[in-house]
């Protein structure tokens, strides 16, 4: 087992799973923001609570999702290294459109591009509620109404929702490949449900991002 998780394929193995746990996540965490759209009196805040107060979703479930993230990121660029390594002479004459699209040639930059996102996502959403919760004065945690005032102040600036707009849209990129090379990496793969996961793939790309976007733009010109 130890020389599995050592090897090429198991690491690609463990990154397939953890990318799967992370496309379970958003089609979780963009249900809860469309929410939003209701209106401040809507069903969001009390989705907001619960998801904020929780314990298991608070001390188990979150844990798990850093550490997902935090896994898939790092092997993603470990990978991308060895993948470099085992060629370290170029060919004289190489045409990456023939085998492979864009999109996976690059999936490390707009890895990176996501990460730096995900660190304003941090910055304006999780470090905001970690000062209600444990910071004295930083508010009142039991403020269940205070969930969609916050998400709704946010897109008011043009700037924020123009880089949420441009990492959605890279997000949208990278799932395109990301979706099928985890089924792929897992050993999914046969004439029948190839097709059918490809299918899946392409709607999940499009339809998480253009969610995202569109709770996004509703709360910047609803300001």
């Not at 998801?51 to 850093?66: D, K, R």
Request: hydrophobic share 50%; charged share 10%.
């Amino acid at each position: 087992m130890s020389g599995f998780s050592r090897s090429t394929i198991g690491r690609k193995y463990a990154m397939a799973l953890s990318a799967m746990f992370l496309l379970l996540f958003l089609i979780m965490h963009l249900s809860v923001n469309l929410l939003s759209v209701c209106g401040k009196d809507g069903p969001f805040n009390e989705a907001s609570y619960f998801m904020g107060y929780n314990w298991m979703v608070q001390y188990i479930m979150q844990p798990i999702l850093v550490f997902a993230v935090i896994f898939h990121f790092v092997m993603g660029f470990v990978l991308e290294i060895k993948n470099r390594n085992a060629r370290p002479v170029k060919y004289a004459v190489y045409n990456g459109n023939a085998n492979t699209t864009w999109m996976s040639r690059n999936m490390i930059y707009s890895g990176l591009v996501i990460l730096a996102f995900l660190g304003l996502h941090m910055y304006d959403f999780w470090l905001h509620e970690m000062t209600y919760k444990y910071i004295p004065g930083g508010g009142d945690p039991t403020d269940i109404a205070r969930f969609w005032p916050d998400l709704h102040a946010k897109f008011a600036e043009t700037w924020r929702v123009v880089l949420y707009v441009i990492a959605f849209i890279l997000l949208g990129l990278h799932l395109a490949h990301g979706f099928q090379s985890s089924f792929q990496s897992v050993g999914a793969r046969h004439p029948k449900y190839t097709p059918l996961i490809k299918k899946i793939g392409t709607w999940y790309s499009i339809l998480i991002p253009a969610g995202f976007i569109f709770i996004a733009l509703f709360h910047f010109l609803t300001q």
